[in-house]
């Protein structure tokens, strides 16, 4: 669970700490199940599970690591309790159902009997998979948060940048393969056959730089808004 606050903790973390009740982990590992079972298109629930975490106080998705909370110890948002049910949270949804049992199943478990088929057998070597699969799982919880932490960081350092469009994008690269054309005409180190890289309209290279220009302004005509 979140920590409450310490001592040693000041008054305005003292009140942070303590907003989180039962029912608020409650509502966050709700969610968590909602970004688990819909995965990449689950990018609303991963920003309102990043605001959740905003609003408590974290500012890393380092803090979602276990072993970052034990070195916090006490003073630690998100203690080591809470990341372990927050695993279990994501590893239940995530895994199929006998998966999730033998990821937490001690190696000696009389039910590994090896029944079952493939990687669901109930074999010591897929109890161990299954375990490993729980870091992996965890991992790419903390990898969606960090994105949003990298955006806000890049946002509050100098402004977000603005993806470029497809079209555009094409044409930065056919700038650039003028520019090694250039480079090839000129060099002063080795010699070109010109018929493909000279200014010559008709030379290979700027006959296929034309058609990509042509390509990358049919594509922008192309461009339609797609509605909600």
């Known amino acids: 669970m979140f920590r409450q606050g310490a001592g040693a903790v000041n008054q305005h973390e003292d009140t942070r700490m303590s907003s989180f009740t039962k029912k608020g982990q409650d509502l966050f590992l709700q969610g968590v199940r909602q970004f688990t079972e819909f995965g990449a298109k689950a990018s609303e629930v991963a920003d309102q599970l990043y605001q959740q975490l905003i609003g408590?106080?974290?500012?890393?998705?380092?803090?979602?690591?276990?072993?970052?909370?034990?070195?916090?110890?006490?003073?630690?948002?998100?203690?080591?309790e809470f990341?372990?049910?927050?695993?279990?949270?994501?590893?239940?949804?995530?895994?199929?159902?006998?998966?999730?049992?033998?990821?937490?199943?001690?190696?000696?478990?009389p039910r590994l009997t090896g029944e079952g088929e493939?990687?669901?057998?109930?074999?010591?070597?897929?109890?161990?998979?299954?375990?490993?699969?729980?870091?992996?799982?965890?991992?790419?919880?903390?990898?969606?948060?960090?994105?949003?932490?990298?955006?806000?960081?890049?946002i509050k350092q100098g402004g977000a940048r603005?993806?470029?469009l497809p079209h555009e994008r094409l044409g930065k690269a056919i700038a650039e393969a003028e520019k090694a054309?250039?480079?090839?005409?000129?060099?002063?180190?080795?010699?070109?056959?010109?018929?493909?890289?000279?200014?010559?309209?008709?030379?290979e290279l700027n006959l296929w730089l034309a058609e990509g220009r042509a390509i990358a302004a049919r594509l922008e005509e192309t461009k339609t808004l797609i509605s909600e």
């Not at 990341?83 to 190696?107: D, H, N, R, S, V």
């Not at 897929?126 to 990898?143: E, H, I, L, S, V």
């Not at 000129?186 to 309209?201: A, E, M, P, Q, R």
């Open 56 to 80: 408590l106080g974290v500012d890393s998705s380092d803090d979602l690591k276990v072993g970052v909370a034990k070195n916090k110890g006490k003073t630690a948002i998100l203690s080591v």
């Open 83 to 109: 990341l372990g049910k927050l695993q279990e949270t994501i590893c239940k949804q995530k895994f199929p159902k006998m998966g999730f049992i033998m990821a937490y199943m001690k190696k000696d478990d």
């Open 118 to 154: 493939g990687n669901l057998a109930m074999t010591p070597e897929n109890c161990r998979y299954w375990q490993d699969q729980k870091g992996t799982a965890m991992k790419d919880f903390r990898n969606a948060m960090k994105t949003r932490f990298n955006r806000a960081k890049a």
């Open 162 to 164: 603005v993806a470029s």
């Open 181 to 203: 054309r250039k480079a090839a005409q000129t060099s002063n180190k080795f010699k070109y056959d010109l018929k493909i890289c000279g200014i010559d309209t008709e030379s």
